[in-house]
């Protein structure tokens, strides 16, 4: 279980932009989000990376960098940056179950007759400080229901403008 204010594990996986990702890397104004999503065979994630996409402006704004990771192969994950409108956000794939579990994300296996990959992880959110200290974590056990953008972006705000720490350091 990652703990917030403390440095979270690096990534370094291919971008469908032909790059990589490496998050310790990373120089955000103020916070790096990581969006992980189950993979192309997820309507629900579709939806979700959509309006992330569609709404990019307003976390660069904020200086915020946004990127959608998931286990999916180099296949899989150019098929969804083809066939979603997900825009210019960056679509970083090929995440070992390891490395999802270092996140603390649940992992499942492939329904009988689904076009879900053999396994995959299931999705989260997860901000950032400059540093790579875990600020925020939301985990969950099934595609349902996600952070809504409105609340995201507030609540972002406000601990910006209010310099409000990460909490559940306690854990």
């Not at 992980?36 to 996409?53: D, T």
């Not at 200086?63 to 959608?68: C, D, E, L, P, Q």
């Not at 007759?113 to 992880?121: D, H, V």
Request: with cysteine; glycine share 6%.
């Amino acid at each position: 279980m990652l703990t917030p204010g403390q440095k979270v594990p690096n990534i370094d996986l291919p971008l469908t932009i032909q790059g990589r990702f490496e998050l310790s890397q990373q120089t955000p104004e103020n916070f790096t989000m990581l969006v992980f999503y189950r993979g192309s065979h997820c309507p629900i994630c579709r939806s979700y990376l959509e309006e992330i996409g569609a709404r990019l402006d307003d976390f660069t704004a904020r200086g915020i960098s946004v990127f959608a990771i998931s286990m999916d192969d180099e296949e899989r994950a150019r098929k969804v940056d083809e066939e979603w409108s997900t825009g210019d956000l960056p679509l970083v794939y090929d995440l070992t179950e390891e490395n999802a579990r270092e996140w603390g994300l649940y992992i499942s296996e492939k329904r009988e007759g689904s076009e879900e990959p053999e396994i995959f992880s299931e999705p989260g959110l997860f901000i950032l400080r400059p540093d790579t200290s875990l600020f925020f974590a939301v985990t969950q056990s099934a595609p349902f229901t996600r952070p809504p953008l409105d609340q995201l972006l507030e609540g972002l705000d406000y601990a910006q403008k209010n310099d409000y720490p990460a909490r559940g350091t306690l854990s």
